[in-house]
């Protein structure tokens, strides 16, 4: 850590940021807007989200030397980097952008020029394709100290973040997480808060900082606070007609992907959930004539997102569960600061990825229930093996079981060479009079 | 005797039962222990015909073509079948199997801990190795800590001539073809202890004399599927030196403990492995182990076989090659699919890389 890192990092968080907001805001004033008829009246605090994730990704261009950087996986425990206040950087939601922009397949291309295979997950090849030339829609990515894994979400993670410290010669902690393949057992538990705590050395070497029971005893909670708000803006698509899509759920999950355990996603999310409640006061929807009620299984197909909004929509179908955003809540309740190492081996190792498929078929089936749910979009997702291994037979299973009709969509969640419209739009055709008559 | 047939006279004149292993790292002694005979899945040789209503086409073959048997009733012979926990794939088709396809027979799994490998990891396979056996223990149990202990001793006694068959190929002291070397090295997924040692010393002695003379080269990857790569090398004179094989070497070469406690031989022995993709070894580990075999038996060049849609080997590969490359081994990367033959294009690849080779 340096002097001059520092003092240039408070500049740019103290004076730089709130410019920069300034700048987008006038910006924004200008451009025209066109609404869809389709449509309710947009979110207003997505305002306020584009100034966090700008702000966050701005400051990042600053944080290396003046703050610990930590490149950090998805399902990765970051409380325990908060309390040595790491700048954490979320490669995957940087993948999400980059697909979400548009940049995915070009990134990825980059990655396979270097030997990496267009077979792996793409979230992977952007970030390697990041390294090999720097490009990137956040203006630059601060090189971490230290990589953070945990193969909660997929194996898939170890591989590439070992490639990571390869080429930086960094450490990499990896959290490993014993797959589920029946009930968690009081050995796991004991096997991941052993893992937690044995990494604190390494944690306060890197950052220079001490580690401090209270601090992160506080950041827990928070992270538990903030995720249980999440659960609560998720649950206002129990309403009918729903307040937000998925496709909003998608976009305003970043913070508590990459931001969770800080009071800003803290403060976001209960911005969010009182505008929510609002909207379901004033019976407004997110899509104006909401006839059916969707459920989106896997990650977002990050390049079609405004596309299928709009598509699902036009057929007053809105989606309003996904078990890709409700990841986010349904485990960090087990949070508890009494306890923050067992605990988090608790939520963290129960996540629906680390889970065997009995587990995501009732939990499937329980937000089918909850949810009013009419059917089901399947994205078979080539990158990604454990979310897409089984979705054959659980498309089946509950067809069997809830009589719930479903489409598998073959795609990709940021690599668009996987994406054929031709054979989407044929499924979804069918799938639509399935649902229509 | 095909291994259908010794399996079968395992279950009917042993009354051993037999249990489906898929890939790869798993302690085989418990299950010797307990009178189980392991039939390791890697490649069963099946027409594709019905694995594809319930896995993607991006699934690996190794993958698709052990649900294949399953799913055609092949593998009426096994009792039970182990998933070890080896990559994303192999964890979601146990659960395919035991949650979603409902087979009548009992499904097992086993995590073995990632790498790094602190205390805590350590701690954990010792009671992991023991919550298997007491899993196991309701199917062909109970267990008996004194035959544990004779298994283990038997387990050590494999690896020790593992090694020396490794060893005496390394250094051009063994007298067989690429294709009889696997196809020996390969009896070990089924063949019981008690047959396994006579064999391997058998195939030692019958085995003696020198390598052909020809290029030397390394080989990388999962398993040595499809086996045409080896009879090209053989039909060429080229001599495979060492290997770096998921299914072999990777879980066969490791020193035998000393301890006198089995659980902790067994455990110890684990974290002796040779590195691994599918446990997260880190990459200059592996490297490093490759180019001290390649030293070792001579090695001028390394083939990796990798089966399309691997991801644990597919991510190390870049690096890897890139490393040999630049420390003066040529790299050869070949894209399998398991049980598909060797294409005229393929053939022409590996030999274009040998004559490079010199
Ligand atoms: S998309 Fe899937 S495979 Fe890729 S990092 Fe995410 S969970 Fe892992
Ligand atoms: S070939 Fe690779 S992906 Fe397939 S089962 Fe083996 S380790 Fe897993």
Not at chain 1, 28 to 55: E, S, V, W, Y
Not at chain 1, 393 to 398: H, I, S, V
Not at chain 2, 87 to 107: E, R
């Amino acid at each position: 850590m340096s002097l001059a890192s520092k003092v240039q990092f408070q500049f740019m968080k103290d004076l730089g940021a709130p410019a920069l907001m300034a700048l987008g805001k006038a910006g924004k004033k200008k451009r025209p807007h066109k609404p869809n008829p389709d449509f309710g009246p947009p979110l207003k605090c997505a305002t306020r989200l584009k100034q966090i994730m700008t702000r966050h990704y701005f400051l990042a261009r600053y944080a290396r030397g003046a703050r610990p950087v930590a490149w950090v996986t998805s399902g990765a425990p970051a409380e325990l980097l908060r309390a040595f206040d790491f700048y954490t950087i979320y490669p995957e939601n940087h993948g999400a952008l980059c697909g979400a922009q548009k940049m995915g397949t070009k990134l990825c291309q980059a990655a396979e020029e270097h030997g990496y295979h267009p077979d792996l997950c793409s979230y992977a090849r952007i970030d390697l394709g990041h390294h090999f030339t720097g490009l990137t829609p956040a203006g630059r990515l601060p090189r971490p100290d230290l990589l953070f894994a945990s193969n909660n979400i997929c194996q898939t993670v170890l591989y590439w973040y070992k490639a990571l410290a390869h080429y930086w010669n960094i450490p990499l902690l990896l959290f490993d997480t014993p797959y589920n393949f029946r009930d968690i057992t009081d050995s796991d538990i004991s096997y991941m808060a052993a893992q937690l705590q044995e990494m604190i050395p390494t944690l306060e070497r890197v950052s220079q900082k001490k580690f401090v029971m209270e601090r992160f005893q506080q950041i827990v909670q928070l992270a538990h606070d903030t995720s249980a708000l999440w659960g609560r803006v998720l649950a206002t698509m129990k309403q009918r007609p729903a307040p937000m899509t998925i496709f909003d759920a998608f976009v305003h999950l970043a913070p508590v992907v990459s931001l969770r355990g800080l009071k800003v996603s803290h403060d976001y999310y209960q911005l969010m959930l009182s505008e929510l409640e609002d909207r379901i006061g004033q019976g407004i929807g997110a899509v104006t004539n909401e006839k059916k009620r969707l459920m989106w299984d896997n990650i977002a197909i990050w390049y079609k997102v405004r596309d299928y909004a709009e598509l699902f929509a036009s057929h007053g179908m809105n989606f309003v569960a996904a078990t890709y955003t409700n990841a986010w809540a349904e485990t960090i309740h087990y949070l508890d600061q009494a306890q923050p190492f067992e605990s988090m081996a608790r939520a963290y190792g129960l996540v629906i990825l680390n889970n065997n498929l009995n587990h995501r078929l009732n939990l499937m089936e329980q937000m089918i229930k909850d949810y009013s749910v009419d059917g089901l979009v399947i994205h078979s997702a080539r990158s990604c093996k454990p979310y897409s291994v089984g979705q054959y037979d659980m498309k089946r299973l509950l067809m069997e079981r809830l009589g719930v009709p479903s489409v598998v969509i073959e795609a990709d969640i940021t690599d668009s060479r996987h994406y054929s419209e031709e054979q989407a739009q044929v499924r979804l055709e069918a799938f639509f009079e399935a649902l229509e008559t | 005797m095909t291994r259908q047939e010794y399996l079968r006279r395992q279950k009917e004149e042993l009354g051993r039962k037999v249990c489906g292993v898929f890939p790869a790292q798993y302690p085989k002694e418990i299950l010797w222990a307990l009178g189980l005979a392991p039939a390791e899945i890697w490649d069963p040789p099946l027409a594709s015909e019905q694995a594809a209503a319930h896995l993607q086409p991006y699934i690996c073959s190794v993958v698709r073509q052990g649900l294949e048997l399953l799913m055609q009733g092949q593998a009426g012979v096994c009792d039970a079948f182990l998933f070890p926990h080896t990559c994303d794939s192999i964890q979601n088709l146990a659960s395919v199997v035991n949650d979603y396809i409902g087979l009548d027979k009992p499904c097992y799994f086993f995590y073995h801990p990632k790498a790094p490998y602190g205390p805590p990891a350590r701690a954990y396979y010792l009671e992991q190795l023991k919550s298997l056996a007491s899993a196991l223990e309701p199917l062909a149990g109970p267990l008996d800590l004194a035959e544990l202990k004779r298994r283990v001793a038997q387990g050590q006694e494999v690896a020790r001539l593992h090694g020396q068959i490794y060893h005496r190929r390394a250094k051009g002291e063994l007298n067989c073809s690429n294709a009889a070397f696997y196809q020996a090295v390969r009896q070990g997924e089924y063949l019981f202890p008690d047959d396994l040692i006579p064999f391997l010393e058998g195939f030692l002695a019958g085995a003696g004399g020198h390598a052909p003379r020809g290029q030397r080269v390394l080989l990388s990857g999962v398993l040595p599927n499809p086996p045409e790569i080896l009879s090209l090398l053989d039909d060429l004179g080229v001599a495979v030196a060492a290997d770096d094989f998921l299914a072999c070497s990777r879980r066969y070469l490791f020193a035998p403990s000393a301890s006198s406690d089995p659980w902790q031989a067994l455990s110890e022995q684990y974290f002796a492995l040779p590195p691994c993709s599918s446990k997260g070894s880190p990459i200059q580990e592996r490297l490093d182990y490759l180019l001290a075999s390649a030293e070792q038996s001579g090695a001028k060049g390394v083939i990796f076989y990798l089966v399309k849609f691997c991801e644990p080997e597919l991510f190390d590969v870049p690096i890897l090659t890139e490393e040999l490359k630049k420390r003066g081994l040529p790299c050869l990367a070949l894209d399998v699919e398991i049980n598909q033959g060797l294409s005229g294009q393929m053939a022409t690849r590996v030999e274009a890389f040998l004559e490079m080779l010199g």
